[in-house]
C-alpha cells in the first residue's frame, strides 16, 4: 500500500504561481510512476505530468511550457510547479502512484485561478 497526501493547493491570480506537494509514505520501494491529475467541475479526470523513477517526464500539452514536475527522493515527495495559471487551470489536483500492481491516488487539493 501506498500512501498519498498533497498539499498547496488554494486561490490564485491569472498569471500567478502555486507550488503543489505529495508526500507518499508506505510501499515507496514499489513506486514506478508518480503523477498530477486534474479534475475540473464537470470534466473528466486528466494527466497533468507525470514523472518516472528513471526520471522521464511527461506532460500534457495543455500545460507543457508553464508546469514543471519534479521528486525529491529523500523526502519521498514530488511538487508540481505552475506558473502562468489561467483560469481554466482551476480544478481538484489528485497526487497519484503507479506499481506495478496498483495505483493509488491522494485526496486532492483544489487549485482555484481567478481575480
Known amino acids: 500500500q501506498v500512501q498519498l497526501v498533497e498539499s498547496g493547493g488554494g486561490l490564485v491570480q491569472p498569471g500567478g504561481s502555486l507550488r503543489l506537494s505529495c508526500a507518499a509514505s508506505?510501499?515507496?520501494?514499489?513506486?514506478?510512476?508518480m503523477g498530477w491529475y486534474r479534475q475540473g467541475p464537470g470534466k473528466q479526470r486528466d494527466l497533468v505530468a507525470t514523472i518516472t523513477s528513471f526520471g522521464r517526464l511527461n506532460y500534457a500539452d495543455t500545460v507543457k511550457g508553464r508546469f514543471t514536475i519534479s521528486r525529491n527522493n529523500a523526502k519521498n515527495t514530488v511538487y508540481l510547479q505552475m506558473n502562468s495559471l489561467k483560469p481554466e487551470d482551476t480544478a481538484v489536483y489528485y497526487c497519484n502512484a503507479q506499481t506495478l500492481k496498483s495505483g493509488f491516488w491522494g485526496q486532492g487539493t483544489q487549485v482555484t485561478v481567478s481575480s
Open positions: 508506505g510501499s515507496i520501494f514499489s513506486i514506478e510512476i
